[in-house]
């Protein structure tokens, strides 16, 4: 089992975005990655699981620095009262199935 820790900035709740930095690329599998082009590949979906609820989609290439889940995870930031400096857990459970757990910074 994989596990990632993500510290949110601002711009992650702003944007209801995850993101990781690129060298987290092989946390996810090759063919999960979208072109941000629209007739580009659009790519497989993975399933990250946040507070009981489902966000699948494929994982974007967001800027040379860093991907992240296509889906907007903008609910899920609100609904635990995020802030930046929290933390995210990500623990890949399968091989297209993530788990993310919210942590309150101390």
Do not use: W
Not at 39 to 52: C, L, R
Not at 56 to 78: E, N, T, V
Not at 91 to 97: K, L, M, N, S, Y
Request: glycine share 8%.
């Amino acid at each position: 089992m994989q596990v990632k820790q993500i510290e949110l900035i601002q711009s992650s709740i702003d944007n209801g975005r995850i993101y990781f930095p690129i060298t987290d690329a092989k946390f996810f599998p090759v063919d999960s990655y979208s072109d941000r082009e629209s007739d580009g590949d659009k790519g497989a979906e993975v399933v990250f699981t946040a507070n009981g609820h489902c966000f699948a989609g494929p994982i974007r290439l967001f800027s040379g620095h860093r991907i992240s889940p296509q889906r907007s995870f903008a609910s899920f930031l609100r609904e635990v009262g995020a802030v930046a400096g929290d933390k995210l857990i990500i623990t890949r459970i399968a091989d297209r199935e993530y788990n993310v757990k919210h942590v309150r910074s101390a």
